[in-house]
Every structure is written in structure tokens, then in C-alpha cells.
């Protein structure tokens, strides 16, 4: 199995920062991406920003230019770097690894906790 923790939500004015991170520990061969996710009140859960195996990254539209996100491979990390922060960004955010927990595993998804972002106008 593997667990994931991560820290970094909080409470800030819009036009601020917040850094999340979200590491990853237990059965890890191989990770095949990790990223984050949000859901806010009432919507359903959307990508955020993600970074696969070889690096590339993919962000939603909404956050271009103020996310970046990013990863230390030797302590199984991803941190998501968020700038500009407005009241929209407010929701729940999910860090999500996929890998493979030994050579020739099917990739699983496992999904942390959520941490509250809430950015106030």
C-alpha cells in the first residue's frame, strides 16, 4: 500500500501564496504520476495540475501562470507552488499518486486526505 501526506492548506487573502506538498511512502516501485485535484462545495472534483514519470506536466487552464507544480523524486514529493490565489481557488485539495507497487503491478490510484484551501476576497 502506499500513504500520502500532505500539508500546506490554509487561509489567505487573495493574491497571496500557498505551497502544498503531499509524500508518498510504503510499497513504491515505480510512480507513473502524481498530481493534485480540488473539489469545491457543490462542483465535482477537477485536475488542478499533475506530473508524470517523465516529467511533464499538465495544469487546468484556470491555474495556468500561477501554479507550478513540481516534485523531488528521492523523497517520493510533489509540491504544488500557488500564486496569485483567488477566492475561486477555495476548495478541498486532493493529492493523488499512481504507480506501481512492485515490477509488473497493474498502476493503481491512491488519493490523500485533502487539506482546505480558502482564499478570502
Known amino acids: 500500500q502506499v500513504q500520502l501526506v500532505e500539508s500546506g492548506g490554509g487561509l489567505v487573502q487573495a493574491g497571496g501564496s500557498l505551497r502544498l506538498s503531499c509524500a508518498a511512502s510504503g510499497s513504491i516501485f515505480s510512480i507513473n504520476a502524481m498530481g493534485w485535484y480540488r473539489q469545491a462545495p457543490g462542483k465535482q472534483r477537477e485536475l488542478v495540475a499533475n506530473i508524470v514519470s517523465g516529467g511533464s506536466t499538465n495544469y487546468a487552464d484556470s491555474v495556468k501562470g500561477r501554479f507550478t507544480i513540481s516534485r523531488d523524486n528521492a523523497k517520493n514529493t510533489v509540491y504544488l507552488q500557488m500564486n496569485k490565489l483567488k477566492p475561486e481557488d477555495t476548495a478541498v485539495y486532493y493529492c493523488?499518486?499512481?504507480?506501481?507497487?512492485?515490477?509488473?503491478?497493474?498502476?493503481?490510484?491512491?488519493w490523500g486526505q485533502g487539506t482546505q484551501v480558502t482564499i478570502s476576497s
Open positions: 493523488k499518486y499512481s504507480g506501481r507497487l512492485y515490477p509488473g503491478a497493474y498502476i493503481k490510484d491512491y
